[in-house]
C-alpha cells in the first residue's frame, strides 16, 4: 500500500443534516430506519434480496432461489426467474402511466421533445422489430454509437426487448476503439446514428463507424443507422440501413423475450491496469434489482419527480440511471445533447429551470469547471424545483461541494456523494439523503444490503479510524459484474484474486473515519480518473508506441483543478531527442494520434521527451519517481539505483 495517493485525502468534518422538510418526506426518514434495513440485511442477506426482487421486478417466471455460491467467485442471483428488462422499464407502467412523460429530451439548439410511456413503447417495439428483420436475435452482441438523445436509450431498450445483449461505446472514443470493442465481443451488427451534435460541431460517428469497420469488424452484418444530425453520410448497399426505413410499416407492438435471470443484459468496456479494455458483463436481474433499489433509497425517487442525471449512456452511470434504473422506477427522466457551456455556463441551470429538474446528479469535474465560471449564471436562474443533488465518478473537494451545496441547492438540498463502478452496476456507498447526515467530500455510508469493508494486506478488517486500506466488498449482490466478457482468468484475477476468492477488490484505497464514514482515497492500481472518466495509464503508452516515432513511453498522472487528474506522458523517441519547434510539433502530433487512437479522453496534457525512462536494475519503470516529477514535487525516492541519475534532470525539464 505504500503507493497510494495519500494526498487526496480530504479533511472538511463538519456534518450536514438534511433539512426537516426533506427529512419528513424521504423515502427513508431517519437513520434509525436506515440503520433496521442494513441490520435486516446482515441478519439475512439472501431473504433481504429476494423480498425486494419479489416484490420490484415484474416477473414472468418468478424464481424459487436467490444465490448460488456454488461455482465462486462467479455468483448467480434469481437463477431459476425469467423476466425481460424492457418489459419492467416499459409495459409495466403502461396501465396506469401511459400518457405519463418518461423522457423529456432537449437537443443543444433549443429543439426539445416530450415522450410519454407509450410513444416510448412504440418506440422500442418498432426498432425491436427491426433488429429481428434483420436477423437479430437474443444472445448476439450488439454495438450502440450513438449520440445523447432518446434513440441512444431506445436503441438499447430495443436490444433489452429481444434479449440482445448490447455494448455501448461513448461516441468520443475513436474508430479504433469503437473496432476493438466490436471485435472483441464478435458483434453482429452497429447501431448508430449519421451524427450528434456537441459545442456547435457534427460528431460524425457514422464516418467514424465505417471507419471501424474498414479496418476490420468481420462479424459485423449490419449498421442501423438512425437520422440525427442530418449531415451527408456513406451507406452502404447491403450492410448500412436508416433505420426509419425499416422500422415503416412493422408492427407497433413486439413481444418481450422473456430471458433467464442471468442473461447478460450488457457488455461496458472500461479500463484496467493492462493496455486492454475489459468487457465488463452484467445481467438482467440482480442488475435491475440494485438499480430500481438505490433510485429508491440514494435518489429517493417519487411519483412526480423530474430527474436528470447529466452522464452518456456511454457510460456506467447513463446505463443505470438514464436508460434503465429511471425507467424501471416509472420516473421522468431528462436527456440533453450537448455541452454544459453552449450557449453559455448557464445552460444546466436553464434546464434545471425550465425543465423543473428536481433531482440532478453530476461529476464533480462539471461542478468544478461550472463553479469556476462564478455565480452569476446560476443565480440568472429559478432553481426552486431542486430538492436532492448527486455526484459521482471521483471525489469532490469540499470547496465545490459547499458551493454545490450552496449556490446551486440553496442549503436546501442533501447532496448524495455516489461510490460505485461500472463494475458493481449500481450505488454501492452513498448517504440515504433522509437519514444520513453528509459530510463533504466523503461518500458516507454502505447501502442496505451491501457488505463494505475496509482491509490490510492481509485482508483483516481495519477498525482504527482514518488508517487507509483496501476497499472491498465481502459478500455478493446482485448487481455485482458476472464476469470479464472472453476472460474468465482476468475476472478472477483482476477482482478476486488478492485475497483468495474471499473478497471483491474495488481498486480504490480508503479510509474510514471515527463515525464509520468512508472516505475514498485514489486507485491501487495504474488506472486514471480523468474528469470522472477511468483511464488505464497502459491504454495510453500502448497508443502512444504505436506512433511511428516513438520507442517507449511512460503515462502518469498529476492532480488537475478541474478534470480531477490531468494525463502527464513521458516519451522516447527514434533518435535524438526533439527540443524547440520539432518538439513542439511532435507533442501536437502525439496528442493528436491518442485521439486518433483512443480519443480526445485520453489525449495528454503534458508531453516531455527524454533519453531515458527511469528503470530499476531489474528493468522496471519508476513510476513513483514520475509521478512526483510530474506534479512538480521535491525528489525524495531513493535514485540511486538508477542507472544514469542525470536523466533526473532531463526528466524534471531541466535541460
Ligand atoms: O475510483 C473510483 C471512482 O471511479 C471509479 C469507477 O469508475 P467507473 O467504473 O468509470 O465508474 C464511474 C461511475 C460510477 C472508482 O473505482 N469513483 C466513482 N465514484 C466515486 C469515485 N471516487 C470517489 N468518490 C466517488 N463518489
Redesign the pocket.
Known amino acids: 500500500m505504500s503507493d497510494h495517493k495519500i494526498e487526496s485525502i480530504l479533511t472538511e468534518d463538519r456534518l450536514f443534516p438534511p433539512s426537516d422538510d426533506f427529512r419528513q418526506h424521504a423515502n427513508i426518514k431517519s437513520r434509525a430506519d436506515y440503520d433496521k434495513l442494513r441490520t435486516e440485511a446482515e441478519q439475512d442477506h439472501e431473504g433481504f434480496w429476494a423480498k425486494l426482487a419479489h416484490t420490484e421486478i415484474s416477473w414472468s417466471k418468478d424464481f424459487t432461489k436467490t444465490l448460488d455460491e456454488s461455482k465462486a467467485p462467479h455468483y448467480s442471483w434469481f437463477t431459476d426467474g425469467e423476466l425481460n428488462v424492457s418489459y419492467n422499464c416499459i409495459d409495466r407502467h403502461l396501465e396506469k402511466n401511459g400518457d405519463k412523460i418518461a423522457i423529456i429530451f432537449e437537443g443543444e439548439k433549443g429543439d426539445t421533445r416530450n415522450i410519454t410511456f407509450k410513444e416510448l413503447h412504440k418506440e422500442v417495439c418498432l426498432f425491436a422489430n427491426a433488429l429481428k428483420a434483420k436477423g437479430i436475435k437474443k444472445g448476439d452482441r450488439i454495438v450502440i454509437y450513438m449520440p445523447m438523445t432518446p434513440e441512444a436509450v431506445i436503441a438499447m431498450q430495443g436490444c433489452a426487448r429481444i434479449g440482445a445483449i448490447h455494448s455501448v461505446v461513448f461516441g468520443g472514443f475513436s474508430a479504433e476503439s469503437l473496432k476493438d470493442r466490436i471485435e472483441d465481443a464478435t458483434c453482429k451488427a452497429v447501431i448508430t446514428a449519421d451524427g450528434g451534435t456537441r459545442g456547435g460541431k457534427v460528431i460524425k460517428l457514422k464516418a467514424a463507424c465505417d471507419e471501424a469497420l474498414a479496418k476490420g469488424c468481420a462479424s459485423i452484418e449490419t449498421v442501423f443507422v438512425f437520422k440525427r444530425a442530418g449531415n451527408n453520410v456513406a451507406m452502404k448497399d447491403g450492410r448500412d440501413a436508416w433505420v426509419h426505413d425499416l422500422t415503416a410499416g412493422l408492427s407497433e407492438e413486439c413481444e418481450p423475450e422473456w430471458v433467464n435471470a442471468e442473461h447478460p443484459l450488457f457488455l461496458l468496456y ?1 479500463s484496467g491496469s493492462t493496455g486492454k479494455p475489459k468487457g465488463i458483463q452484467h445481467s438482467s436481474a440482480g442488475y435491475l434489482i440494485n438499480c430500481i433499489m438505490t433510485m429508491k433509497w440514494v435518489f429517493d425517487i417519487k411519483e412526480d419527480d423530474i430527474f436528470w442525471c447529466t452522464a452518456d449512456v456511454g ?3 447513463g446505463h443505470s440511471y438514464v436508460a434503465y434504473g429511471p425507467l424501471a422506477n416509472g420516473t421522468t427522466t431528462v436527456i440533453y445533447e450537448g455541452a454544459p457551456t453552449v450557449p453559455d455556463a448557464g445552460r444546466f441551470w436553464d434546464l434545471v429551470e425550465r425543465h423543473k429538474i428536481s433531482i440532478f446528479y453530476t461529476a464533480p469535474t462539471a461542478i468544478r469547471a461550472l463553479m469556476r465560471l462564478g455565480e452569476d449564471f446560476p443565480n440568472r436562474h429559478d432553481l426552486s424545483s431542486l430538492r436532492l443533488l448527486g ?5 469532490i473537494n469540499p470547496e465545490a461541494w459547499i458551493w454545490y451545496n450552496k449556490v446551486i441547492g440553496k442549503e436546501k438540498c442533501p447532496i448524495v ?6 463494475e458493481t452496476g449500481a450505488h454501492i456507498i452513498s448517504p440515504v439523503p433522509g437519514a444520513i447526515d453528509t459530510k463533504p467530500g466523503s ?1 458516507t455510508l454502505p447501502l442496505p444490503g451491501i457488505a463494505v469493508d475496509v482491509v490490510d494486506e492481509a485482508g483483516e478488517s481495519i477498525t482504527e479510524p482514518d488508517r487507509g486500506g483496501y476497499l472491498v466488498i465481502s459478500k455478493p449482490w446482485p448487481s455485482m459484474l458476472r464476469t470479464i466478457w472472453g476472460d474468465e482468468q482476468r475476472y478472477v484475477d483482476t477482482y478476486w484474486g488478492k485475497f483468495n476468492n474471499r473478497l471483491y477488490v ?3 484505497s480508503c479510509r474510514r473515519d471515527k463515525d464509520g464514514y468512508f472516505w ?1 482515497m485514489g ?1 491501487i492500481d495504474d488506472v486514471l ?1 480523468v474528469s ?3 483511464l488505464g495509464t497502459m491504454e495510453v503508452e500502448s497508443a502512444l508506441v504505436a506512433h511511428e516515432r516513438v520507442v517507449e513511453s511512460a503515462v502518469v498522472g498529476r492532480p488537475d483543478d478541474i478534470k480531477g487528474e490531468a494525463i502527464f506522458a513521458f516519451v522516447v523517441i527514434k533518435g535524438e531527442r526533439p527540443t524547440g519547434a520539432d518538439a513542439d510539433a511532435l507533442v501536437a502530433d502525439l496528442r493528436k494520434w491518442v485521439t486518433k487512437e483512443i480519443g480526445a479522453i485520453a489525449k495528454p496534457d503534458d508531453i516531455r521527451f527524454t533519453d531515458n525512462l527511469p528503470k530499476t536494475r531489474s528493468g522496471k519503470i519508476m513510476r513513483r519517481l514520475l509521478r512526483s516529477i510530474a506534479r512538480g514535487e521535491e525528489i525524495t525516492q531513493d535514485i540511486s539505483t538508477l542507472e544514469n541519475e542525470e536523466i533526473v534532470k532531463q526528466l524534471q525539464g531541466k535541460f
Open positions: 472500461t457510460w456506467i452511470t455526484t459521482v465518478g471521483e471525489p456523494d455516489t461510490w460505485w463502478q461500472t461518500c474495488a481498486g480504490d475514498i486507485r480518473n470522472g472518466h477511468r
